[in-house]
């Protein structure tokens, strides 16, 4: 029988200093999460099995470096975490897997069925792959070796999910304990051939490459692709340029390497499971070595953007029902790539659920700041000019080129021309967060992923 790793998300020391994790109703998630923690390892021992706490000072690549060190085959690892939102009506919990693996999604969900089942009174926001994230990737499964679940009990910032935490302890504590061994069991108990004795067998499966078979097979390692290296050349990556925390292994005298890790490098991989194949796509790499420009032309239509909030069940779609053709229509006639403006009001508004400083009557979808300090947002009479601010202010940072229509922006003067012209150079800027123009890539990427596009 494979053991548990568990781990209490935040709490250790990340850059000198100790995280917290999110803070509200005076206590922090860092606290939260290991009162819990301490219970489901209590309610796993109790029932016979074997649970490996992770240390509460490591930091989140210590944490993961720690159990790599320690794990084995049949280990299971577990990061428990709470949501933290400016909208304090955002609640649930949620299950997050390494996206692309059938096999870790039907665990999560049965996870979370075994939450839900304690507590009920917590909405299930589902389970949901990693590339749904804000950043477009989970360090906790992509970067741990054995199978991994990153669950995230619902939101401190939500006085209900809090209160939850705090009164249903034990209820939780059960829950989760009871789907980690559902899913250990299940773990164990797939049958993996050994040739010699201790060496793992691994199956093959195909490679499909811009639409043509590959010559050489790749292997399914615990429900993730792995390709051969020598076909990472061929996609025209430099493998001196991908992290060494990318997942490689050594089989039978072969390196593979994890296939879902070369997303990050624009390789859309995706799997074809009726012919048990990993499917790449290298041909779409030269729009993605462009997609953090913001000055271009955007890829969807008006129906896909329309598509992209709907996933998010915002019911404002219907108070602004003209967005999606507004945010091409304006973005247009300035050049701007409206692919990337329209990630960052998904961003900036919470998918038009709002909730935090920006209000819906504002009509202020960039998050633009108010002329003189006058209020924390700036205001505008409709949509319309609200969304041309919006692209305005993005052209100001992306370019010296002049302007088509007269200037809405309130604080177009103090934008230094032409400071900014990728996303990524909006990260502490537009805002003070380090990631944030990540965080808005891995919107256009799964933008273009529901989309087809990639």
Same mark, same amino acid.
């Given at each position: 029988m494979g053991r548990i790793f568990l781990s209490a998300g935040h709490g250790g020391f990340e850059h000198g200093v100790r995280d917290p994790g999110t803070i509200a109703g005076g206590t922090t998630e860092a606290q939260e999460m290991i009162?819990?923690?301490?219970?489901?390892?209590?309610?796993?021992?109790?029932?016979?099995f074997q649970v490996v706490v992770v240390p509460d000072d490591l930091s989140q690549t210590q944490t993961i470096d720690w159990i790599n060190g320690h794990a084995q085959w049949g280990d299971v690892a577990l990061e428990l975490q709470m949501g933290g939102s400016s909208n304090p009506s955002i609640r649930g919990v949620t299950a997050f897997y390494i996206a692309g693996n059938s096999q870790r999604k039907k665990d999560a969900e049965s996870l979370l069925l075994s939450l839900l089942q304690q507590v009920p009174q917590l909405p299930n926001r589902g389970a949901k792959p990693d590339t749904e994230t804000g950043l477009g990737s989970l360090i906790f499964t992509r970067w741990i070796a054995i199978p991994s679940i990153y669950l995230e009990l619902g939101y401190l910032t939500n006085p209900t999910d809090r209160a939850l935490l705090q009164t249903r302890r034990r209820d939780l504590a059960i829950g989760i304990a009871n789907g980690l061994m559902i899913w250990l069991n299940h773990n164990t108990n797939t049958p993996i051939p050994t040739v010699p004795p201790g060496t793992p067998v691994y199956g093959s499966i195909g490679i499909n490459i811009n639409g043509r078979r590959y010559g050489e097979n790749g292997i399914l390692v615990n429900g993730n692709a792995f390709i051969p290296t020598d076909l990472v050349d061929k996609l025209g990556l430099n493998l001196n340029q991908i992290s060494p925390r990318v997942r490689r292994i050594r089989y039978k005298n072969i390196v593979y390497i994890r296939a879902v890790d070369l997303r990050s490098f624009g390789i859309s991989v995706t799997w074809d499971n009726p012919n048990r194949s990993v499917v790449l796509r290298s041909n779409i790499r030269p729009y993605n070595s462009q997609m953090d420009r913001m000055m271009g032309n955007g890829l969807t239509t008006e129906v896909q953007l329309i598509m992209f909030i709907k996933t998010h069940d915002s019911n404002n779609l219907n108070t602004v029902p003209q967005i999606a053709k507004l945010y091409r229509e304006e973005a247009s006639i300035e050049g701007v790539n409206h692919d990337i403006a329209f990630c960052q009001m998904c961003l900036e508004t919470n998918f038009l659920q709002f909730g935090g400083i920006l209000k819906l009557e504002q009509n202020n979808f960039g998050g633009l700041g108010s002329l003189g300090g006058a209020s924390?947002?700036?205001?505008?009479?409709?949509?319309?000019?609200?969304?041309? +601010?919006?692209?305005? *202010?993005?052209? +100001?940072?992306?370019? *010296?080129?002049?302007?088509v229509q007269d200037i809405v922006d309130p604080r177009f003067e103090f934008v230094t021309r032409g400071i900014a012209p990728t996303v990524e150079q909006l990260s502490g800027r537009w805002s003070d967060d380090p990631t944030y123009g990540d965080q808005i890539l891995a919107l256009v990427r799964r933008l273009y992923e529901l989309s087809g596009l990639l």
């Open positions: 009162r819990i923690r301490d219970l489901v390892v209590s309610e796993l021992r109790s029932q016979g924390e947002s700036a205001s505008f009479p409709t949509p319309e000019i609200g969304i041309r +601010a919006h692209i305005q *202010h993005l052209k +100001a940072y992306a370019s *010296h080129e002049p302007f």
